[in-house]
């Protein structure tokens, strides 16, 4: 199958070769019919031209204007890239064109207008030695980009990283001419860096040799802690990333030892034109943050510019650390500390090992999960693919919110992909924040609503958007009802 990229443009070479035939046509019946008045010479200053001169000058320079328009339809974009998977450069066929030209333009001056081009070009030295002061930047751009395009270290298409100083760009070549080097990023803004700039940045092709490219990271943690139990902590934040299909070919490592402690390695591999990977970099950051805060090791306190408090302290309680997780849900951080602690005491801590199902979606539940330790994968069920995996838990995640608050059953099925420590808060724990406030289910109807929200714009989900109103009232009723339910069963 043809690609539609490099497909044959029969109808611009047709009207070409047409305009080609016309001209030529019309410039033999003008000659024929015409010729005694074409002879006639035409004084310009000390110059002497004909009107059939002018004529064939411009009959040339026409053609050769159509030829390299056929050129470019026929060899620079169709039968290089296609037949001989060569992507020729704007550079060069910029060059390639202007050679044509310029030949053109020297042989009518020399064999239609007669001129001395020696002389000329001898008059003309010192000019150019002076311009060529003057332009230097620019001749060093178009120098540069040669030899570039040349060696073949970057072609249109690649991948790279430019830094240096201020400048730290990754983007993909989508042009390369005389003068600048396009380079557009993942977010679509593009950076028009000029040939002599890009030829003495520190740059790194992405694509080469294949389009996955190696990336690292480095941890400095304490050596008080197990070697084992760290890689491990460190391993299920990576597969929680790879979990949403950001990075793939992962592995930790102990990289050295110093007196701040023992510095691990993360290897990953990344399709840039996929991530960025400054945004990979950020995502895999903070998912080994919370993994390390949920497993309570903190990173060796020396000059790096990341460090975590642990999340735990001397003689602290573990009901501390359960309402320490509670308040960073959502649903519960306008509530009070008299209030997250009651519900602290009446929350359960569950334990999973891998492979457990948490639960099935479709099944009756009253409580809401926050995850402590571990990952899992959520799934769906739909009419086109039976198992799908719609997202990845880890520690500081909740799930389950709608079944706490409105009793419906699951809408997911959630699957520990390690071993899981699950804080589980059941429906009657919020009987007396439902008793004492009022208002209560209208700010978690519209911290839901706005979630749900969120995640519409994610995906591009017009249609829930559109929805999000109505999607409020209809929470603010299930919830007010199911509160009324609950205050019922308690009296």
């Given at each position: ?39 006639k ?10 009107p ?24 620079w ?112 803004s593009v950076?028009?860096?000029p ?10 092709n992405?694509?080469k ?19 084992k ?21 992962y ?24 991530c ?8 895999i ?9 949920a ?88 009419e ?6 719609v997202g ?24 520990a ?26 700010i ?10 969120i ?24 919830i ?12």
């Amino acid at each position: 199958m043809t690609n539609k990229k490099y497909q044959l443009n029969s109808r611009n070479i047709l009207i070409s070769l047409v305009k080609i035939v016309l001209i030529i046509l019309g410039a033999y019946i003008l000659t024929k019919y015409t010729k005694d008045s074409l002879e006639k010479p035409i004084m310009y200053g000390a110059m002497t031209i004909t009107p059939h001169e002018i004529l064939v000058i411009y009959v040339c320079l026409f053609i050769t204007i159509q030829v390299t328009r056929i050129l470019r339809n026929c060899i620079w974009e169709y039968y290089l890239p296609l037949k001989r998977n060569v992507q020729m450069s704007t550079l060069l066929i910029s060059l390639i064109n202007f050679s044509i030209y310029v030949s053109c333009v020297f042989v009518l001056c020399k064999y239609v207008l007669g001129f001395n081009l020696e002389s000329a070009l001898a008059a003309t030295g010192a000019v150019g030695v002076v311009l060529g002061f003057g332009l230097q930047k620019m001749f060093l751009d178009l120098f540069v980009g040669i030899s570039i395009d040349m060696d073949k270290s970057f072609q249109m298409g690649d991948w790279v990283h430019l830094r240096s100083g201020s400048i730290d760009i990754v983007g993909c070549i989508i042009q390369m001419n005389w003068r600048i080097i396009s380079v557009q990023t993942v977010e679509n803004s593009v950076h028009q860096i000029p040939n002599n700039v890009f030829g003495q940045q520190i740059v790194t092709n992405l694509s080469k040799p294949v389009v996955m490219s190696e990336f690292e990271l480095l941890y400095c943690i304490p050596f008080q802690y197990n070697e084992k139990t760290v890689i491990a902590t460190i391993m299920h934040a990576l597969d929680a990333v790879a979990g949403t299909g950001v990075i793939s070919d992962y592995k930790c490592v102990i990289n050295k030892t110093d007196v701040n402690g023992v510095t691990y390695k993360i290897k990953y591999m990344l399709d840039p034109s996929k991530c960025a990977p400054g945004k990979s970099r950020h995502l895999i950051h903070s998912r080994v943050f919370r993994f390390l805060r949920a497993a309570k090791i903190e990173l060796a306190n020396t000059n790096q510019r990341m460090f975590i408090t642990r999340l735990d302290v001397p003689d602290v309680q573990e009901e501390e650390t359960i309402a320490d997780l509670i308040s960073k849900v959502d649903l519960f951080q306008t509530l009070k500390k008299p209030q997250i602690a009651s519900i602290a005491q009446s929350t359960f801590q569950r334990t999973y090992n891998k492979g457990d199902v948490v639960c099935h979606q479709g099944d009756e539940g009253r409580s809401l999960f926050i995850v402590r330790e571990g990952f899992l994968k959520v799934y769906i069920h739909t009419e086109q693919e039976e198992h799908k995996q719609v997202g990845v838990l880890i520690p500081e995640d909740f799930f389950g919110e709608m079944s706490l608050l409105t009793g419906d059953v699951r809408s997911a099925t959630v699957v520990a992909e390690s071993n899981v420590t699950l804080y589980e808060i059941r429906a009657d724990a919020l009987i007396p924040i439902f008793s004492e406030n009022d208002k209560f289910y209208k700010i978690v109807s519209k911290i839901i609503a706005e979630r749900h929200k969120i995640n519409a714009d994610a995906s591009q989900n017009k249609e829930a958007e559109v929805h999000h109103k109505s999607m409020l009232r209809e929470l603010e009723e299930k919830i007010l009802n199911f509160s009324k339910k609950l205050l019922g069963i308690r009296s």
